[in-house]
């Protein structure tokens, strides 16, 4: 049998200790190569795009650069995920490390406690992350002609704890005995290529997304739920009944489904619980992971920590974020 990617060498090219024993130096050096990459690490002003920038650190050492076009002060991080910072950047290295090590995910909690941080800091901290992997995702549409397609939901939140004794109990089957928190992620994958999720009311409020989101030409495989009926005007429609088998005639959703196992392990090992307004950011980290599993390490720690530098301030965490947090 071939051996698992995750056990390979080529899989292991970025560790723990070498981000720890990194200097300031060093892990300067990196940020600046992975948010400068077309001038292997010259600052380019943010405000006017000069090149022609000088060190002006901060009285702390701290790195921070003049421009010589327009007088402006800027650093690694100005304009990013990471903008404002109050850790130095080996320890954003770390965490970028430690969270793509962990192939299902990784909890706040976990993580506050591996790098000495707060738990609010650390959970900010990771719904950047997932931020940036979904920067990934933008605007990207599946398959094409001749192109394989799975779609298919799963059911997150709204858990309504049945009574103890028996008697109290309702049918938590009907809305009225639901919390009305319960949502569908829907999925999108490719065979052999991207994945995309969403996230609805029900799987029939997905339609319209599912249409503009798949190509033309694309023949798209899904379960027997008649919330998908409405697909085969659009689609070349394959329709597997699971009650008979998981795969039949090339039908199947199975890779939809790996994708909601990861979610699932997610939620049960790390998350506890998956839904609410972040729902989709923990939907769109289990596809970037599920895109990105034969990515060595290494890799994926500078690809996350390069989708951060280059997207601006989070849309998430501005301002008002503090209202969201966890208690
Ligand atoms: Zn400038």
Known sequence: MAQHFLLSSAAKSLNLATVFRMSDAEAEAKFRKLRWESTNGEPVCPECGGLDAYDCRRSNGAPRFRCRACRKDFSITNGTLFASHK??????????????????????????????????ATWVLLHKLREAMAGELKGRTIGGEGKVAEIDGGYFGGYV????????????????????????VVV?????????????????????????????GT?????????????????????INHEEAYSLDGACTNMAEEFFSRMRRAEIGHHHHLAGAYLLRYAQEAAWREDNRRVPNGSQVGMVAGLALKRGQSVDFTGYWQRHLPR
Not at 161 to 173: F, I, T, V
Request: proline residues 3%; positive net charge; hydrophobic residues 35%.
């Open 219 to 239: 023949t798209v495989n899904a379960d027997e739920a008649g919330s998908w009926d409405g697909l085969h005007g659009r689609f070349e429609m394959r329709r």
């Open 87 to 120: 850790l130095p950047l080996r320890a954003y290295l770390a965490a970028i490390a430690v969270f793509c090590n962990e192939v299902k995910g990784k909890s706040a909690l976990a993580l506050s406690r591996d790098l000495g941080t707060s738990h609010k």
């Open 161 to 184: 704890k049945p009574a103890n004794n028996r008697e109290n109990r309702r049918d938590r089957r009907f809305a009225v005995n639901q919390s009305g928190k319960r949502k569908v």
């Open 188 to 216: 999108i994958r490719e065979r052999g290529g991207d994945t995309l999720p969403a996230v609805f009311r029900s799987e029939g409020a997905a339609l319209s997304f599912i249409k503009s989101r798949i190509a033309k």
